[in-house]
């Protein structure tokens, strides 16, 4: 079958029928690895925030935080509140331009019943121009924050090597009030969606804030009663090589399958959007929690509205910090971090040497977090419509995978469907 585009990443999906039952369903991830964890072994603990930044060319801040957190954990020091608030805000951008893209040029077609975001501009531009102003204002808080929108540079461990100015900021105020309207626009659209019926009961895990819907910080919990800080991450979640994927597969000891990401962080953390988002939330017809994936859609947009509103009070709260990061010195030591990918949590861990040099890095994304989700959904979304000949299970089982905006890598394509059915 054609391969799949509008995700990130490279792969296949294996589904295996008899008697009108599906007996397997496995996502192939064959792209190869890629082997951060061990190219950073013997670099200096200054380095993995831009080094891991180049995981992703969509989520880069999100390495980058995960990464520098851990790396000042290890090295036993914290940032001041002003560092924490800017590296939100640069965390809202990267939310922003995400979710944006993901909605209108990823996701939105399969609903509307268009091949691509090209073929829905030729009908409906103003939409999809509705979509681009949105993944701008979010690029401009990459630059102005980050010293630029793809891969920023300006993170460091320890803070930043510069902060900007608050007439730095102040420029952001325009096209953030722009997106505004935009992102409010964006969760009455996608609300009006059709949206197959599919529930899941995956045990779901997010962040959770004091105070805050989870970016950058938060302890980790989920709607089964856990609830740990970052150093007891791999404690509770095993990653497990499976013969069919070169990405690994995560579970929780004990619990098996779990999933992260927009409906496992908005249903554990309703109470923690603004009622702005709430109310719009409500509007387009979600509860407090979301099991169909179908629906992570309306949720991303319910959480673009959320970063724009939290940017637009982090720029009109703005204290520079002074200075722009602190001293951090190296010493031996072991330290984790995490955040709220757009896709979901993303986990680092370093162990340093008394010099800095990491002896060992371990970097758990959230896709690889979500497989066994994704392959158990696909199982039931399959099972229900055996009816469709190949070509069209193709298309159904893209749009479920997309649901999930999985990020294989940055490469262009992910499906090639083989459906291998016997009597």
């Not at 979010?138 to 461990?157: I, L, S, W, Y």
């Not at 009455?188 to 599919?198: D, I, K, Q, S, Y």
């Not at 703005?318 to 072991?334: C, H, K, L, Q, T």
């Not at 893209?398 to 469907?417: K, M, V, W």
Request: one cysteine or more; aromatic letters at 8%; a negative charge.
């Amino acid at each position: 079958m054609g391969a799949l585009a509008r995700v990130e990443g490279e792969g296949a999906m294996r589904v295996r029928v008899r008697n009108g039952t599906v007996e397997e369903v496995a996502l192939d991830i064959y792209e190869p690895p890629r082997f951060f964890e061990a190219f950073l072994r013997g670099r200096a603990y200054t380095e993995p925030p831009d080094i891991t930044s180049r995981i992703c060319g969509i989520c880069p801040v999100a390495y980058q935080t995960s990464a520098v957190q851990a790396i000042e954990a290890a090295c036993g020091v914290e940032v001041d509140a002003s560092i924490q608030a800017l590296r939100r805000l640069l965390y809202c951008g990267e939310w922003i331009q995400s979710h944006a893209l993901h909605i209108y040029l990823l996701h939105a077609p399969d609903f509307l019943g268009y091949d691509g975001a090209l073929e829905l501009a030729k009908v409906v531009p103003d939409v999809v121009q509705r979509g681009l102003t949105l993944k701008k204002a979010g690029n401009d808080v990459m630059r102005v924050v980050g010293g630029r929108a793809v891969h920023p540079v300006n993170m460091r461990v320890g803070g930043f090597y510069r902060a900007p100015t608050a007439a730095d900021l102040e420029a952001l105020v325009e096209p953030l009030q722009r997106a505004l309207e935009a992102a409010e626009e964006t969760v009455r659209w996608v609300g009006a969606f059709t949206f197959p019926e599919l529930e899941h009961d995956h045990e779901y895990v997010s962040l959770r804030h004091a105070s805050d819907y989870p970016m950058e910080a938060g302890r980790m919990v989920s709607d089964r009663g856990l609830d740990i800080g970052p150093d007891a991450f791999e404690d509770h979640v095993e990653e497990l090589h499976v013969e069919h994927s070169n990405a690994l597969h995560a579970v929780l000891r004990g619990r098996g399958t779990y999933m992260t990401g927009p409906l496992a962080r908005y249903s554990l953390n309703f109470d923690r959007l603004s009622p702005r988002a709430q109310e719009a939330a409500r509007a387009a017809g979600l509860g407090k929690t979301c099991r169909n994936p179908f629906k992570s859609i309306v949720v991303r947009a319910v959480e673009t509205l959320y970063a724009v509103e939290e940017a637009l009070s982090l720029v009109r709260r703005y204290r520079r910090p002074e200075p722009s990061a602190i001293d951090v010195p190296p010493r031996a030591g072991r330290g984790s971090g995490w955040s709220e990918e757009p896709r979901g949590l993303l986990y680092h861990r370093y162990t340093l040497a008394a010099d800095g040099a990491i002896e060992e890095a371990v970097i758990t994304p959230p896709t690889s977090q979500n497989q066994r989700a994704i392959e158990a959904d696909l199982a039931r979304f399959v099972e229900d419509h055996l009816d469709l000949d190949d070509q069209a299970l193709t298309w159904q089982c893209e749009q479920a995978i997309r649901n999930y905006d999985p990020c294989i890598s940055c490469a262009t394509h992910f499906l090639d469907l083989s459906v291998e059915r016997r009597p």
